[in-house]
């Protein structure tokens, strides 16, 4: 006999609160439920993403280890948007590890991380177009970060999209072309391209 106990709250995180789920983004825990899975009891939060129509069950033992949180503070998204609003650091490694780097900031769940991606590849309107690519990751990105601060400002997904490239128009003017790559910040050392 398999029976549903509801409860409201687990390990500080309570029915109908958002959180983020690091390779989801924002969600809101819906149900907190126990099941019987192969004749065993496992307690579950269900959580929906609206924006992806999904819904996931994270078992509530492992909730910490795969990373899911509480939404950040006021004053970390503070500290997100001032991230926005500097320099663009650039590697000059190759696109194909830095797409990587990328991609595995935006699915770290850190709002501080996907901020800079957020501005590492921005581009103003003066400034040359984005690969297929390179539009793919900053809009994931500013996706995951604009949800977040949504929810955290009370806002609406648009005004928070509004906020970060005001933030991000205030940062340095951004240049064309050549001028950014020299300024580019070298973590390792440069690599010829050469086919």
Known sequence: MSIQK???QRQGFKTGESIVYPAHGVGQIVAIEEQEVAGMKLELFVIDF???KMRLKVPVAKAESVGMRKLSETDFVDRA????QGRARVKKTMWSRR?????AKINSGDLIQIAEVVRDLYRAESQ???SYSERQLYEAA???MAR???????LSETEA????EANLNKGPKRTKGAEAEDEAVEDEPAQDEAA
């Open 50 to 52: 609206e924006k992806d």
């Open 161 to 164: 999209v509004r906020l970060i």
């Open 81 to 84: 948007l001032k991230v926005v």
């Open 142 to 144: 500013l996706g995951r």
């Open 128 to 130: 040359p177009e984005q």
């Open 99 to 103: 797409a990587q780097e990328y991609d």
């Open 148 to 154: 977040e601060i949504a929810a955290v400002n009370e």
């Open 6 to 8: 509801k409860t409201s």
